[in-house]
């Protein structure tokens, strides 16, 4: 088993916690609440992971991003996924250029972009599945293929992928295989009434804040390389796998819970719900995560891997009802 070194590893998670503490000092300059969005998308980025987001128009989905990736110092790039967006447009495309002496035409590259280390994937599901696929490979691949040649995309790379949940008309749903490329899915509620308040107060006045730079890509870096080297008792990985064999038909779940379940999650979903919990632990200061760290990520990590069946949907209960269904029993 990989083990925390006692001197660097050790003061790195000390320092971390004073960072992430630092992180959301300076988000709260310009988004107002949504606590709980702001660390799960840090356990997120630091687990290496990608996030799927849902959520009503005028929830500062794009300005809490843009706000994140200005404090962590990254690259960030917003594409709105329309109709007509091409794979292209994504991952870029190729130019006849000529050379001013030789008068030789040749193909150049220019990257598109999705080359910056966060992408904002906005309505990703009013894009048809060509266009869709071509950011979904560079998620996974982190490089990007154009006329034989391959382009690898510098990390850290995140993908914050959006939905609105009230419009479906001329929408393309990703496909499970799909989804199960996120690591979270992350469900934006409306602000609470005093929250409301100080938002119409900070943005109907003429104050602009001044953010300052926490963390670089290479803090980043050495932070998801750390993640890795956390210990996790046996105990705390059979919990996750235990609770995950539960979401399938042919599971070990009582026959009330399976009879709700078209199609669970896969293996990937275990790791997810790991990495989350070892993330949460070194973020909260602490060197190893217990089952409770596993459980504050049940909900994100499962949800969109949890497919209910003919009944449950008969019924109204959806995959949340059916994780919390597990929860009582595990």
């Known amino acids: 088993m990989t083990k925390i070194n006692a001197g660097?590893?050790?003061?790195?998670?000390?320092?971390?916690?004073?960072?992430?503490?630092?992180?959301?000092?300076?988000?709260?300059?310009?988004?107002?609440?949504?606590?709980?969005?702001?660390?799960?998308?840090?356990?997120?980025?630091?687990?290496?992971?990608?996030?799927?987001?849902?959520?009503?128009?005028?929830?500062?989905?794009?300005?809490?991003?843009?706000?994140?990736?200005?404090?962590?110092?990254?690259?960030?790039?917003?594409?709105?996924?329309?109709?007509?967006?091409?794979?292209?447009?994504?991952?870029?495309t190729e130019i006849i250029e000529e050379d001013p002496i030789s008068r030789k035409r040749f193909f150049r590259f220019i990257k598109g972009p999705v080359f910056a280390n966060i992408i904002l994937a906005d309505e990703i599901?009013?894009?048809?599945?060509?266009?869709?696929?071509?950011?979904?490979?560079?998620?996974?691949?982190?490089?990007?293929?154009?006329?034989?040649?391959?382009?690898?995309?510098?990390?850290?790379?995140?993908?914050l992928a959006t939905q609105n949940p009230i419009e479906q008309e001329g929408t393309y749903p990703l496909p499970e295989a799909q989804l199960d490329r996120f690591m979270f899915n992350l469900w934006l509620d409306y602000p609470s009434f005093e929250e409301e308040i100080k938002i119409i107060k900070s943005t109907t006045s003429s104050y602009k804040a001044v953010l300052n730079k926490i963390i670089s890509a290479e803090d980043i870096i050495r932070i998801q390389e750390l993640v890795r080297r956390v210990p996790v008792s046996d105990n705390v990985i059979e919990y996750a796998v235990k609770f995950v064999g539960y979401t399938r038909p042919a599971g070990n779940a009582p026959d009330d819970i399976k009879s709700l379940i078209n199609w669970g999650a896969g293996p990937r979903a275990s790791q997810y719900l790991i990495l989350a919990a070892k993330t949460r632990a070194i973020l909260d200061g602490r060197f190893t995560p217990d089952i409770e760290d596993v459980r504050e990520s049940l909900l994100p990590v499962l949800r969109h891997r949890i497919?209910?069946?003919f009944n449950a949907e008969a019924e109204g209960i959806n995959s949340p009802e059916i994780i919390g269904r597990i929860r009582k029993i595990h």
């Open 8 to 92: 660097g590893d050790v003061e790195q998670v000390e320092k971390l916690k004073e960072s992430v503490a630092a992180i959301k000092q300076e988000i709260a300059k310009v988004i107002i609440g949504q606590d709980k969005i702001i660390h799960d998308l840090m356990i997120s980025i630091f687990s290496k992971g990608h996030c799927l987001l849902v959520g009503v128009p005028g929830l500062a989905k794009t300005l809490l991003i843009k706000t994140l990736a200005e404090v962590l110092d990254l690259d960030f790039s917003r594409i709105q996924f329309t109709p007509d967006l091409m794979p292209g447009d994504i991952t870029g």
């Open 125 to 159: 599901n009013r894009t048809p599945p060509k266009t869709q696929s071509a950011l979904l490979e560079a998620m996974q691949e982190y490089r990007v293929t154009a006329a034989g040649q391959v382009y690898t995309i510098e990390e850290p790379f995140f993908v």
């Open 307 to 309: 497919i209910p069946n």
